[in-house]
């Protein structure tokens, strides 16, 4: 039972001696630097001058609170290290003219692959402003997390991401039909960690440790014999 106990002992301490290696990977479209802060109203002219050089979406407003809802998708495209698994990620999204503060919710559509974010997206967006929303040619930065459910799909190394808003809006002379809005920037911050040992593989590390153990206790025994130090010492 004392063997079994170092045995367990030193297995443990193998385990905490591994390390739970972690990583971040970011991938990135649009303009990450335009300087707004989340709250501002920059004018059309400065959001265009920031989405300029951009690729698609971010590079034009998408659809216009006079004739057209924004609607647009987008692929993210990154690069695990090796041998890590994704264990947690974050979808940011930088946005002016959301319209929050309108009547009801202003984001119809939002998902990355089949994962479903609309609800998250819309409570962001509600929440802005002590939750009356976004306010006609706001600014924001929204962040969602994604849930477990969603984490092994980022394992392939691409992600796809689609946004849908609709109406109302917000117009300088108050609601609008439909809600266009300019898609500045969208990050999506996966975090990955090496995988641990799973549970099956306690009994190996039991036994490895255990017969290192007895190993370490035999030369011990060894050693303490003058007679067998003698002849190993004059074999070496």
């Given at each position: 039972m004392k063997r079994v106990h170092f045995a367990t002992q030193a297995a443990f301490a193998f385990l905490a001696l591994t390390p739970l290696i972690k990583a971040n990977v970011i991938a990135s479209l649009g303009n990450t630097a335009s300087g707004f802060t989340?709250?501002?109203?920059?004018?059309?002219?400065?959001?265009?001058?920031?989405?300029?050089?951009?690729?698609?979406?971010?590079?034009?407003?998408?659809?216009?609170?006079?004739?057209?809802?924004?609607?647009?998708?987008?692929t993210f495209s990154y690069l695990l290290p090796a041998g890590q698994l994704v264990s947690g990620a974050t979808l940011t999204l930088g946005i002016s003219d959301i319209d929050?503060?309108?009547?009801?919710?202003?984001?119809?559509?939002?998902?990355?692959?089949?994962?479903?974010?609309?609800?998250?997206?819309?409570?962001?967006?509600?929440?802005?402003?002590?939750?009356?929303?976004?306010?006609?040619?706001?600014?924001?930065?929204?962040?969602?997390?994604?849930?477990?459910?969603?984490l092994s799909a980022l394992q392939s190394g691409s992600a796809n991401v689609s946004l849908s808003l609709q109406g109302p809006g917000l117009g300088v002379l108050g609601s609008t039909t439909f809600n266009g809005?300019?898609?500045?920037?969208?990050?999506?911050?996966?975090?990955?960690?090496?995988p641990t040992p799973e549970p099956a593989e306690l009994p190996l590390l039991l036994t490895a440790a255990g017969a290192l153990i007895a190993m370490r206790a035999r030369h011990k025994k060894n050693r303490s014999r003058p007679g067998i130090a003698l002849v190993s010492e004059r074999h070496l």
């Open positions: 989340t709250g501002s109203h920059p004018t059309t002219a400065a959001v265009l001058a920031a989405l300029a050089g951009s690729p698609a979406p971010f590079n034009a407003f998408c659809g216009s609170d006079a004739a057209a809802n924004c609607a647009a998708n987008w929050s503060a309108a009547a009801g919710n202003q984001v119809a559509s939002f998902l990355i692959g089949a994962t479903d974010l609309t609800a998250a997206l819309n409570t962001v967006s509600e929440g802005l402003n002590g939750g009356t929303g976004a306010t006609n040619g706001e600014y924001d930065v929204l962040t969602v997390t994604l849930p477990s459910a969603a809005a300019g898609l500045v920037f969208s990050t999506l911050d996966i975090q990955t960690a090496s």
